[in-house]
């Protein structure tokens, strides 16, 4: 178990890294922020040149590959980092210096009972990406296929273990604090799923199912395809995949001089989202533009399947409303869904909500996204939350972050496009015929036939069946954390019965000593 003192000593140095890029003078000027947390920033920042100009990004960049993978999550949580930071971090790139390739030949060959040259003819020594978990290299199989070869970084997963186990020990003695604020913002769950989610990406064969299904979910979309994957040549460490010929979707020059319609192409990666989010479900949560290529028929190919997202029915049908009613204007609806899912205390009144989300929506309704204030838009939206003890909700962190990268790529093809003009005749296709109806007498007909047949065993496990807790699911569990002072206690009370036991262990020699001295032992 690593001890307090390599937890404080790695938070340090991280802390001056952050300090140096002016990236920890929000957290001492908030006032929310518990005052212990400004006394070790204060403490550790002793002596640091710190930046004029906080560069966020600059700071999780330096600090390694797990701080990426965290600073990427956090752009989605203004709440908790502040909004300067969020915007600054969205423009975090998960970019670092490639691998020797001899590591990565050697990485490839350990993980194959087989030699190279009977699944690959040749490998391009130079990749073709290189980020904070793998590497990309073109190569060509056996029977002359051009594929792209992705190889974990040697070493990553030791790391990323060892990282995380200090971010989890930071967020529980956040949380332990008592402030308010930091129970409210639950960081250890923040924690927690960014764990699963990078324990996700550490093992190849999920991303590669991750691609399969992705794939099954979007047969039949316009012009939006998912690479094949070449499962024989794929497993924990590395992953294959057929090989992509097109152009990034943020080259928009070379988009247009190709022939390409943007405006288009905005729409349909607008509308081939949704489609994932909620017709399937299950979406790809890394929608960044590196992510993201266009053939030359115009088709959209997605790439990168490691952070994946996933809905639940009853949580999809809450979110198809919630977007219907803001785009409608129908805001006493989105602050019943909000009471119904449980988000908001039932203490709360629902017309107060609903008249609070008025004046967030209102301004947003009918206007292109070039003419929005996002930073205004979530200023107010955070305020609700605090305001009516909404508390973080970790299972639509990853929609959240799709949904501004989704929103910043559409923005940059068609600066024109109105998200919600988009949005609305899907939503609202969707809600006919999922919500409608005939779509609920046919859902009512096909669960209760279900639970007639699983009768005998939801009798028997009518305890595990029977609470009900709206629209988020069961939180992932977080690990139990002993926190400093808990240990300085209970290693106070080991050393007083330590030294309870060898007062004891000495008073009885003595006594046995005198005895025997005295004869009475003898």
Do not use: C
């Not at 790695?10 to 890029?21: D, V, Y």
């Not at 752009?75 to 790139?93: C, F």
């Not at 009613?325 to 909500?353: C, K, M, W």
């Not at 003890?389 to 024109?416: F, R, S, Y």
């Amino acid at each position: 178990m690593t001890s307090p003192a390599i937890h404080l000593w790695r938070l340090g140095k991280w802390a001056r890294i952050a300090a140096r890029h002016g990236a920890l003078r929000g957290i001492r000027n908030d006032p929310n922020a518990p005052l212990p947390v400004k006394r070790l920033i204060g403490l550790f920042s002793i002596g640091t040149v710190k930046s004029r100009v906080p560069d966020y990004a600059g700071a999780f960049r330096a600090i390694g590959p797990a701080a990426i993978k965290l600073g990427q999550t956090l752009a989605t949580r203004p709440d908790l980092v502040g909004e300067e930071a969020a915007k600054n971090l969205l423009s975090l790139q998960d970019s670092l210096p490639p691998v020797p390739f001899e590591q990565i030949e050697a990485a490839i060959a350990s993980t194959f009972a087989q030699p190279l040259t009977e699944l690959f003819s040749e490998i391009d020594p130079v990749p073709v990406g290189a980020a904070s978990i793998a590497q990309v290299h073109r190569a060509v199989t056996t029977d002359g296929r051009t594929v792209a070869v992705k190889v974990l970084r040697p070493g990553i997963r030791e790391r990323f273990e060892r990282d995380i186990r200090t971010y989890e020990w930071a967020a529980a003695h956040l949380e332990a604090l008592g402030n308010p604020e930091a129970r409210r913002l639950r960081p250890r769950l923040t924690i927690a799923n960014f764990k699963r989610w990078t324990n996700r990406e550490l093992d190849l064969r999920r991303e590669a199912a991750s691609a399969s299904e992705l794939a099954e979910t979007m047969v039949g979309t316009e012009r939006y395809t998912v690479p094949e994957i070449d499962w024989d040549r794929t497993n924990g460490r590395v992953m294959t995949m057929e090989w992509i010929d097109g152009i990034k979707i943020s080259q928009t020059e070379q988009l247009i001089a190709a022939g390409h319609d943007l405006p288009d192409i905005a729409q349909r990666l607008v509308l081939a989202f949704l489609k994932q989010a909620i017709s399937g479900g299950f979406f790809h949560a890394d929608m960044h533009q590196g992510n993201l290529f266009v053939r030359g028929d115009g088709t959209i190919v997605a790439i990168d399947f490691g952070i994946m997202g996933r809905i639940d029915r009853r949580a999809r049908q809450w979110l198809a409303e919630i977007l219907y009613g803001l785009t409608t204007g129908n805001y006493r609806r989105v602050a019943e869904i909000h009471f119904e899912a449980q988000y908001v205390p039932s203490h709360h009144s629902v017309d107060e909500f609903a008249t609070a989300l008025r004046a967030v929506g209102e301004p947003m309704r009918g206007k292109p996204v070039s003419e929005l204030s996002v930073g205004q838009m979530l200023d107010g939206l955070f305020a609700i939350t605090r305001d009516f003890d909404m508390q973080t909700q970790p299972h639509l962190l990853l929609l959240q972050k799709t949904m501004v990268m989704v929103e910043g790529i559409a923005t940059q093809l068609d600066p024109a496009i109105n998200m919600w003009d988009v949005s609305a005749p899907f939503v609202r296709a969707w809600i006919r015929d999922e919500l409608g109806p005939e779509a609920a007498l046919a859902e009512r007909i096909r669960e209760d036939t279900d639970t007639l047949l699983r009768l005998p065993s939801l009798i028997r496990r009518i305890e595990e069946h029977y609470p009900a807790r709206g629209g988020a699911p069961e939180p992932p569990p977080v690990p139990e954390i002993e926190l400093m002072w808990e240990r300085r206690r209970r290693r106070r009370r080991e050393r007083g019965g330590a030294i309870g036991f060898i007062v004891a262990a000495l008073a009885g020699g003595a006594l046995t000593w005198a005895a025997m001295a005295q004869g009475w032992l003898g």
